[in-house]
């Protein structure tokens, strides 16, 4: 992702003393778990994992977690966290789909938290999602509703303002994924340009692929 990469390793550091990134965290991995979908037999892959705030949270819930992120800073943290913790069944990569970086490999589940409005060409990315996912397996994507561009302050790594769930379950179709569900899985209070305070949902949207 160009300079956005080492945007983030500049911030990987103090990612986590963000406690709204971290109550965010767990609403999203709630919202998940409350799916019933995830089982211990299943291996999962989530795409810009960061730090591992959802990663390990999701972890007890699966048999393996991979956790695959663009900023080699983030996968830091997260493997520090992980050898300290004794965490088995994480893996870590490092891949840009902006620099040419394919996703390879099968899973149950994909997961993408709060990282497709980062991401320029987001169907072919979900494209690859639909790729790398076992039949009849299942996706899942956490991000921002349609807000306009206020909840970053600088926008300069952020290629969509939120979504609109419509053409976002579009898209998902058009991919191959079918039985789309959505659902409201936090709302992040954030202080905006101006000073005012503004509230901002986020849906997790789940899919299960076709084959």
């Known amino acids: 992702m160009g300079n956005e990469r080492w945007d983030f390793d500049k911030k990987a550091a103090?990612?986590?003393?963000n406690p709204g990134r971290v109550s965010l965290a767990n609403d999203i991995a709630e919202a998940i778990s409350?799916?019933?979908?995830?089982?211990?037999?299943m291996d999962i892959?989530?795409?810009?994992?960061?730090?591992?705030?959802?990663?390990?949270?999701?972890?007890?819930?699966?048999?393996?977690?991979?956790?695959v992120d663009s900023s080699q800073g983030m996968l830091g943290v997260l493997k520090a966290?992980?050898?300290?913790?004794?965490?088995?069944?994480?893996?870590?990569?490092?891949?840009?789909?902006?620099?040419?970086?394919?996703?390879?490999g099968s899973y149950h589940a994909v997961v993408c938290s709060m990282t497709l409005h980062h991401i320029r060409q987001t169907g072919l990315l979900i494209d690859q999602f639909y790729r790398i996912?076992?039949?009849?397996?299942?996706?899942?994507?956490a991000d921002l509703d349609s807000e306009g561009g206020e909840f970053h302050g600088d926008?300069?790594?952020?290629?969509?303002?939120?979504?609109?769930?419509t053409k976002l379950r579009g898209t998902?179709?058009?991919?191959?994924?079918?039985?789309?569900?959505d659902t409201t899985a936090a709302n992040v209070e954030k202080r905006v340009a101006g000073g005012d305070t503004r509230s901002f949902?986020?849906?997790?949207?789940s899919a299960r692929k076709r084959e």
């Open 14 to 17: 103090s990612w986590d003393k």
């Open 34 to 41: 409350a799916q019933n979908i995830l089982s211990p037999d």
């Open 45 to 67: 892959l989530e795409f810009g994992c960061g730090t591992g705030l959802l990663t390990l949270r999701l972890r007890p819930l699966v048999r393996s977690v991979t956790g």
């Open 81 to 104: 966290k992980i050898e300290d913790q004794n965490v088995i069944g994480v893996k870590i990569e490092l891949l840009d789909p902006a620099k040419g970086d394919i996703l390879e």
């Open 133 to 141: 996912t076992a039949p009849r397996g299942y996706l899942f994507i």
């Open 155 to 165: 926008n300069d790594t952020v290629f969509h303002g939120g979504f609109d769930r």
């Open 172 to 181: 998902l179709t058009e991919a191959g994924f079918e039985d789309i569900r």
């Open 201 to 205: 949902s986020v849906f997790l949207m």
